[in-house]
């Protein structure tokens, strides 16, 4: 029997460490090649490690939730050869890799276990369970079984479902029992220990590494919609059937590539170790995007190249890799400057945190109906605040006050972004 020694590999940026979000395997099981072994997280995204050869588990690295250092022995598998080897995949399969976001979540309210049946049942809710933690391979399973995952136990790190999860639940008839209803009136003291993981770990430590080196300048601006909004229904109304449906955030992200130009500071990314600030000509714009696992950041890239139907389609395209754990990592890094929005709960101002290491982030507000003073009369005008950042040791209040200024000229007079 021969042995080969599984390392850890670096999947991009020079990482040292990945933390190992969850096991599909355990000692003693038996693998064939390119069967799925672990997901590893990165900073960006999580990454599905596959077996290099066909063979039996000897050993695990470490386990579920702790971080593992690059080049380390992550697994050793027992093969059918002679002799000792050592594989590490190579950087090109490790970027081929399918990144998914994997956050911790709050554990699911408890339930009983599964109850043996001759038949399957699908339960389409269970209250107190929100998020789902499962990989992309266990959810193909449970799709083609016709089995909603919130009604299946996770025996894994923050309720993860694994396979053999999925397995004992089809095994035992796919039955859930019945949850206890809620006594409402009666007074709760239960606690929850919510282990911070993947990537709400990765969120965390990077919001507290932004709000603690980068000194926030804050600059609000009420603008003036009304003319976007017409021009955005009409070319909504005469749009070709291959076009997609304009939001506001295509003619945003029109407008700031416009303006960028005239405030290079405003579109670059500071280095705080060198104490160098890299201005970029391409506008690589990041999309704050809410998925189910957590706060996101897909990239369109070369934004001055697209024009606006071009840019509703990457935004679009990009907007539901990331919902659906299939974006790529050069997809979620890269960004020059960041756009954020609430959507239609957007509130009237809001402080977002710069996406570091970006010197600029653009907060949208709600778009609300408000009477205002317009050519000495008072109407009825649409009105959307724009919340912006800036790092302060680069950008000062006055220049970040004109990008902003010169931004709100262009969306309050929407033809001359095209001009």
């Known amino acids: 029997m021969g042995h080969y020694s599984f390392k850890l590999p670096d999947l991009g940026e020079?990482?040292?460490?990945?933390?190992?979000?969850?096991?599909h395997v355990s000692v003693g099981d038996r693998v064939e090649e390119d069967d799925l072994l672990v997901d590893v997280m990165t900073d960006k995204a999580t990454v599905e490690l596959s077996a290099p050869v066909a063979g039996t588990i000897v050993r695990l690295g470490c386990d579920a939730g702790e971080m593992f250092a690059v080049g380390s022995e992550l697994i050793l598998i027992e093969t059918a050869g002679e002799g000792e080897a050592v594989i590490s995949p190579s950087p090109s399969a490790a970027e081929a890799a399918t990144p998914k976001p994997a956050p911790s979540v709050p554990q699911a309210a408890p339930v009983q276990a599964p109850e043996p049946a001759s038949h399957k049942t699908t339960i389409s809710h269970v209250p107190g369970r929100h998020e789902i933690l499962a990989a992309p391979s266990v959810r193909r399973r449970a799709r083609a079984e016709d089995i909603d995952l919130a009604v299946v136990p996770g025996t894994g790190p923050a309720g993860r479902i694994s396979n053999t999860d999925l397995e004992n639940f089809i095994a035992a008839g796919g039955m859930q029992a019945a949850?206890?209803?809620?006594?409402?009136?009666?007074?709760?003291?239960?606690?929850?220990e919510i282990p911070l993981r993947g990537l709400r770990r990765v969120i965390a430590q990077k919001m507290v590494a932004a709000k603690r080196n980068i000194p926030h300048y804050s600059y609000v601006e009420e603008i003036d919609?009304?003319?976007?909004?017409?021009?955005r229904q009409h070319l909504n109304e005469n749009r070709k059937p291959s076009q997609p449906k304009l939001t506001l955030l295509p003619f945003i992200m029109q407008a700031l590539a416009k303006t960028l130009p005239e405030f290079p500071f405003c579109n670059a990314r500071f280095d705080d170790e060198r104490e160098v600030l890299t201005q970029y000509d391409a506008v690589h714009i990041g999309i704050a995007t809410m998925t189910e696992k957590g706060?996101?950041?897909?990239?369109?890239?070369?934004?001055?190249?697209?024009?606006?139907w071009q840019s509703a389609s990457e935004l679009s395209r990009l907007s539901a890799a990331a919902r659906e754990g299939s974006a790529r990592v050069d997809e979620l890094s890269g960004s020059t400057i960041t756009i954020t929005s609430l959507g239609a709960i957007g509130g009237i101002v809001t402080?977002?945190?710069?996406?570091?290491?970006?010197?600029t982030i653009v907060g949208i507000n709600k778009l609300q109906d408000k009477p205002v003073v317009y050519h000495g009369e008072i109407v009825v005008r649409k009105m959307m605040n724009l919340s912006s950042s800036f790092d302060h040791r680069v950008v000062d209040g006055y220049d970040a006050a004109l990008m902003v200024q010169a931004l709100k000229r262009l969306l309050e007079n929407p033809a001359s972004i095209f001009v």
């Open 14 to 23: 020079g990482i040292v460490e990945s933390e190992i979000v969850d096991w």
């Open 179 to 192: 949850l206890p209803v809620s006594n409402q009136s009666a007074a709760r003291s239960a606690t929850t």
């Open 225 to 231: 919609i009304t003319a976007l909004e017409e021009l």
């Open 295 to 308: 706060l996101m950041v897909p990239v369109v890239k070369h934004s001055e190249a697209l024009d606006i």
């Open 351 to 359: 402080t977002p945190v710069i996406n570091a290491p970006e010197t």
